[in-house]
């Protein structure tokens, strides 16, 4: 096997940078700088309702007043009778009793009185709350209303109407045991009447003064600010809000959408040199691979790059045949992914610009299922890879050649195209087609089709001498890459690099000089001589 860059097992790929390395803080780093402008947008949306709504919504005031709660003893038995709040040992049940008495219909009727309004009782009990403050024997009453004044008068109101509720419901009872004890003690009938005039006085001196248990202590203060819409409280929660729903949609778009965004997550799967970055060029207007004619002069300067990468791989060695490769050229292979990532737009002008450098080059299409050369080349041949492999037909008399590039550039096409065609290039003739070419070539580029879709090339693969994946930014799959890598692993075998496609083209192109193209002249314009024609 000719392919200078196999692994020994498949457990000793050291380029596949294992899965447990790919997760971890760094991974969920790049996604957010990934989808940030997801992320910037869902912050500046939910910023935008929150200022909508400090905007649109009604002003509310809100202030409190205290009730303190003494609970009369327990060991006073005299006064159980009286409904009044007692010490039942549990200071907290004791306010949170103290606190339901708060909010009740008697209360607010008492409290509608006392405001003079003509909203209901009802309507006054949503605006109002009472809870207990703390490990405390104080009760806060909250009131909330638009305006500031009317706050402040509808929780003292509550305040006073609960203890004045209270104290008309105390007087009602001592009113009627202050009655029964008098009869009793004019009738002369109970056993000690010192007890009854003792029980009489203390009833009577309750009934001189408000319920002992509950007063309004703190009363309430106009309140000087709104409670709600609280702009600033209100854009905080809304950038927070927008924060947390920006980093959700960004992790599931990234589940959902796992297409390469960014040159980063190659080197989070791969331990690969990237050779070469192809500025993005937009699609042909065949909807085909991008021939060297369209491309632009950055696009024809990445492909020398990608040229420049392949020669330092293949040189050594002797040279009897003075093409400075040794007896036999070189076999390279490009392969990628899924379909449509530029595999053929990379082979095709990576075998141009070759031969413009004066490589003998031949380019041999191993994609039987979408063959696209000679569409981008403009050429058409009768006879082509299945003539060889099927028919033996010498290689020599199925190669074509186009005019833009002569002889320096040959072609194999395929003639007979299908799904039956893919067996062919397992079969010992595809090897020996290699062989054959490499013979006649200093340079021998297979355009193949994606491994993870189909399996067709993956024996040339493995007789190939170089094997270039291709990936294009934000259309590869990264887990079809991935799966392409463990592929190439289980197999023993290493890519050389990687090409990049659709990267951000250069803002200033002036620098390149030429007239852009991948033509001959274009790229004689940009400083690359024309070489002497070699023969074959």
Known sequence: MANDHTQTAAGTATWLVPEGEQQGVRRYLETILERWKLIAAAVIVTTLVAALYVATADKSYETHADLLVTPISRDNDALTVLGLIRDSGDPTRDVETAARLVTTRDVARIARQRLDTN?????????????????????????????????????????????????????????????????????????????????????????????????????????????????????AAGLVAGLMLGLGLAFAAQLLDPRLRREEQLRALFRLPVLARVPDEGRSGHGGPIPPQRLSPAAVEAFRML???????????????????????????ITGSSPSEGKTTTAVNLAVSLALAGQRTILIEADSRKPRIAQALGVSADRGIASVLIDNLPLAEALVTTNAYGDRLKLLLVDRDGDWMADQLSLPGARRLIDEAKRMADFVIFDSPPLTTVIDALPLVETADDLVVVARLGKTDLRQLMLLGQLLAQHALRPIGLVLLGVSPPRDQSYYGGTGGGSPAALEGAGERQPALPTT
């Open 119 to 235: 909203r209901s009782a009802g309507s006054l009990l949503d605006d109002v709350s009472a809870a207990p403050v703390a490990q405390s024997y104080v009760v806060a009453i909250t009131a909330t209303a638009t305006d500031p004044r009317f706050a402040q008068r509808l929780a003292n109101a509550f305040g006073e109407a609960v203890v004045l509720d209270r104290t008309r419901k105390l007087y009602n009872q001592l009113d009627l045991l202050i009655a029964g004890l008098r009869r009793q003690i004019k009738a002369g009938t109970a056993g000690d009447v010192n007890v009854l005039k003792s029980r009489l006085a203390q009833f009577e001196a309750l009934r001189t003064g408000p319920d002992p248990t509950i007063r309004l202590d703190t009363r309430a203060e106009e309140p000087g600010s709104q409670s709600s819409p609280r702009p600033k409280l209100s854009i």
């Open 307 to 333: 040229r420049s990468a392949l020669a330092p791989a293949g040189a050594g060695g002797s040279d009897p045949g003075g093409n400075g490769f040794g007896a036999a050229g070189r076999c390279v292979m």
